[in-house]
T-cell receptor, first 114, second 112 residues
């Protein structure tokens, strides 16, 4: 079956640097993508989303880029802070029967070094 | 503050026990989901429900069942717990017309 995957399972960055977390997806019919952040002991929290008719979307310190040609999604975090240390998941949406369902990647651990 | 609440953070159960994991949301969402999360495997969908008394199998329903008698509550049932069901279980909900999920904090279940 089709699935969402991540290139790097662990990313270590220095505080203040920019972070880039990558994700490859394989379902060309997916129309919506989300990035979630999961801190230790907590459930995933929504960070930012993007629809398939967009190439880029910016939030506060975060930017998501979508390249449909190569089926690639990335999350950029500017001026990474210790509080950004977490596991980051990308997810793609497809319509599965009666409702929308998200398929999640395996996650990337972002470790911010002081 | 809107919430998805899972009744237990940690549970330890014996092999063969019947286990109930409870999830309640206060956002009047139509859709509710149960996932399990394991290292290296990410989040895998067990069951979901898009309405009261409605349920659909996800990717890994074997060994599990669910119940949705009220809109706000979605229960995951392990009929006869086994050690391979030791995992983190995450509940989520979403409105019918929206893609965004709100997750609970998770229940870490250990079956011994």
């Amino acid at each position: 079956g089709e699935s969402v995957g991540l290139h790097l399972p662990t990313l270590s960055v220095q505080e203040g640097d920019n972070s880039i977390i990558n994700c490859a997806y394989s379902n060309s019919a997916s129309d919506y993508f989300i990035w979630y952040k999961q801190e230790s002991g907590k459930g995933p929290q929504f960070i930012i989303d993007i629809r398939s008719n967009m190439d880029k979307r910016q939030g506060q310190r975060v930017t998501v880029l979508l390249n449909k040609t190569v089926k690639h999604l990335s999350l950029q975090i500017a001026a990474t802070q210790p509080g950004d240390s977490a596991v980051y998941f990308c997810a793609e949406n497809f319509y599965g029967g009666a409702t929308n369902k998200l398929i999640f990647g395996t996650g990337t651990l972002l470790a911010v070094q002081p | 503050d809107v919430k998805v609440t899972q009744s237990s953070r940690y549970l330890v159960k014996r092999t063969g026990e019947k286990v109930f994991l409870e999830c309640v949301q206060d956002m009047d969402h139509e859709n509710m989901f149960w996932y399990r999360q394991d290292p290296g495997l990410g989040l895998r969908l067990i069951y979901f429900s898009y309405d009261v008394k409605m349920k659909e199998k996800g990717d890994i329903p074997e060994g599990y069942s669910v119940s949705r008698e009220k809109k706000e509550r979605f229960s995951l049932i392990l009929e006869s717990a086994s050690t391979n069901q030791t995992s983190m279980y995450l509940c989520a909900s979403s409105p019918q017309t929206s893609y965004g999920y709100t997750f609970g904090s998770g229940t870490r279940l250990t079956v011994v």
